[in-house]
């Protein structure tokens, strides 16, 4: 069974600094990962999407890296805004099932 | 297009009582995700259909939850008989699989369940 587990749990960090979020997974045959984005109250949604065949995705101030082989992946934010607080939460993709972690809520401090 | 529609957004509900969350995929998409979101278990998902067809209901908590998708468009969760136990946030999400697609799952806003 796949297990995801995400480092921290929580950040708190203030305006401007970069933040680095952590994610690792036991089977590394996935298909794909996913960042996804919550805010409370509210749904997912998804960041950046990294297939297996790739090592990294960027869009504006997010990156994410993969390293399928040693089942860890990294978002990076960079120049963390307010509007960044919100519950991050890293998926894999096995067969046709999204595996979730338990999420990391980061709070930017203006 | 809308995305994916859940509905209600918030049900508030007693123990015992039926519950029925329903479930509108994205057009297109041919397959269709329940998920279950609480705070010591974190997301979960429930069950899986593709082309309208239950695949995978391990999931599925017991017997009191059943699932249905009649037809590409719909689908519904129904609790009978609620229990306090199930009070959660339900997300449903739907994908294209097939081909050369990513395998993206786009998620409704959710159905928060209180049962008292």
């Known amino acids: 069974k796949q297990e995801v587990t995400q480092i921290p749990a929580a950040l708190s960090v203030p305006e401007g600094e970069n933040l680095v979020l952590n994610c690792s997974f036991t089977?590394?045959?996935?298909?794909?990962l996913q960042w996804f984005r919550q805010d409370p109250g509210k749904g997912l949604t998804s960041l950046l999407l990294?297939?297996?065949?790739?090592r990294e995705q960027t869009s504006g101030r997010l990156n994410a890296s993969l390293d399928k082989s040693s089942g860890r992946s990294t978002l990076y934010i960079a120049a963390s805004q307010p509007g960044d607080s919100a519950t991050y939460l890293c998926?894999?993709?096995?067969?046709?099932?999204?595996?979730f972690g338990a999420g990391t809520t980061v709070t930017v401090r203006a | 297009d809308a995305g994916v529609i859940q509905s209600p957004r918030h049900e508030v509900t007693e123990m015992g009582q039926e519950v029925t969350l329903r479930c509108k995929p994205i057009?297109?998409?041919?397959?269709l995700f329940w998920y279950r979101q609480t705070m010591m278990r974190g997301l979960e998902l429930l069950i899986y259909?593709?082309?309208?067809?239950?695949?995978?209901d391990s999931g599925m908590p017991e017997d009191r939850f059943s699932a249905k998708m009649p037809n590409a468009s719909f689908s519904t969760l129904k609790i009978q008989p609620s229990e306090p136990r199930d009070s959660a946030v339900y997300f449903c999400?739907?994908?294209?699989?097939?081909?050369?697609?990513?395998?993206?799952?786009?998620f409704g806003a959710g159905t928060r369940l209180s049962v008292l």
């Open positions: 990294i297939q297996s065949s790739q």
């Open positions: 057009s297109g998409h041919n397959s």
């Open positions: 998926a894999v993709f096995n067969d046709y099932k999204l595996s």
């Open positions: 259909f593709n082309n309208n067809v239950p695949i995978d």
């Open positions: 999400a739907s994908s294209f699989s097939g081909g050369e697609s990513k395998n993206i799952q786009y």
């Open positions: 089977d590394s045959a996935i298909y794909n």
